[in-house]
């Protein structure tokens, strides 16, 4: 008798750790572009929470542009994507339920130009 609900309990504490890891295993991910097609390697990728934006993971992109989030839990989420030269680019909400993979598909970086003022240097001879 003891042995019966002795395995009884490991088989109920067996399923329940299943169940509870199996909950929200969610992966996100994308590739980001330059305009011209070529992919961005180590772009700041910011996973954020679209109620507050408070940061959730961040990640860089490998030498293909892809980036990934594992192990996210449901709910909604922004994307934030940026790199020196580009301009910063925001995806709108990305919702999370019950799937275990979203892809963000490709992500295309526009080139933020800036102009600067005329500069001018000037440089004095030493006197020795």
């Given at each position: 008798?003891?042995?019966?609900?002795?395995?009884?309990?490991?088989?109920?504490?067996?399923?329940?750790?299943?169940?509870?890891?199996?909950?929200?295993?969610?992966?996100?991910?994308?590739?980001?572009?330059a305009?011209?097609?070529?992919?961005?390697?180590n772009?700041?990728?910011?996973?954020?929470?679209?109620?507050?934006?408070?940061?959730?993971?961040?990640?860089?992109?490998?030498?293909?542009?892809q980036f990934?989030?594992?192990?996210?839990?449901?709910?909604?989420?922004?994307?934030?994507?940026?790199?020196?030269?580009?301009?910063?680019?925001?995806l709108?909400?990305?919702?999370?339920?019950?799937?275990?993979?979203?892809?963000?598909?490709?992500?295309?970086?526009?080139?933020?130009?800036?102009?600067?003022?005329?500069?001018?240097?000037?440089?004095?001879?030493?006197?020795?």
């Open positions: 008798m003891c042995k019966s609900i002795s395995k009884k309990i490991v088989l109920f504490l067996t399923t329940f750790f299943a169940l509870f890891g199996l909950q929200a295993q969610t992966t996100i991910s994308g590739k980001i572009m305009p011209d097609a070529t992919p961005l390697a772009v700041n990728v910011l996973l954020l929470n679209a109620a507050d934006s408070a940061l959730i993971k961040g990640d860089l992109t490998n030498n293909a542009g990934s989030f594992q192990n996210i839990k449901n709910g909604s989420y922004l994307v934030s994507c940026s790199f020196a030269g580009f301009g910063t680019k925001y709108s909400q990305v919702s999370i339920a019950k799937t275990p993979l979203v892809d963000l598909g490709v992500i295309h970086l526009q080139i933020a130009s800036v102009d600067l003022n005329t500069v001018t240097v000037i440089a004095k001879k030493p006197l020795f």
